[in-house]
């Protein structure tokens, strides 16, 4: 039982998904049991990669088995910054360097301009080349757009087709270019900073003290619910395995589990009848 919450149970859920309900395109074991034990508990699931839209990635879940969700359960950093993008300046126009799944979710919201954008917004996958560094440089320096990254991972972990584990560039090394030759600091949107947690506890109806955060990561996930004051569970199926230390400066998360299995059975020992015993 975490001693910064009382003895009531978190009424919502909020999981991250990579290395939480999945590697690469296989469900992790027991994440399909801890979902369906999920049914009756508001929950939504949070990820920092902005690669592929919240419909795409209801799809690959029921692919891997997973009941396909609402696309309004996911949220994606993509998603996340193309609505905060639009309550700073409404019909913006923004120079994006990333996969689709960005420059999908900006354009629902605003309008791609390489020659006046207000914003040069700096997201995961392919897209940064010397022509994108600099036309979005001059942007910075020389018209005053605001530099934006959709999440601040240095790397993230990827499988290619024959299932080998890769690490790719995250988010904060694909910004960092655009940081260092503009001398000023990005804005982030996704975990551990908090307007991607505000979304989704927004779309739930729930305070974040009333919330779990489910995550594989103790640097963005744990730490930036952490801050929020929401309950925390880390999970050890993803970067971070069983035993290995918490990077330093980290807080310990409220459960600190091998896997779901694990803390379903803590969370049924904390709160008897909440999510209904392991199976
Ligand atoms: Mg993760």
Redesign the pocket.
Known sequence: MPTSHETSPPVAVLM?????LYHGDRALPHALDFVNALADVPHAFVTNNPIRSPTEIAARLEKMGFTRPEPRRIITSAEVTAEWLSRQKPDFRYFAVGARGLHDALAAFGTADSERADFVVVGEGAGLDFGSLKTGINLISKLGARLIATNPDESVDATDENGRHLILPGGGALVAPFAVATGTTPVFIGKPYPLIYHEALTRLGVAPEQCLMI???PDT?IQGAAALKMYTALVRT??FADGDPLPEGCDAADWDTANLQQLRGELDRSYPGWLGAAG
Do not use: I, Q, S, T
Request: charged residues 55%.
């Open positions: 991250d998904m990579d290395g939480v995550g594989d990561r996930d993803g970067r």
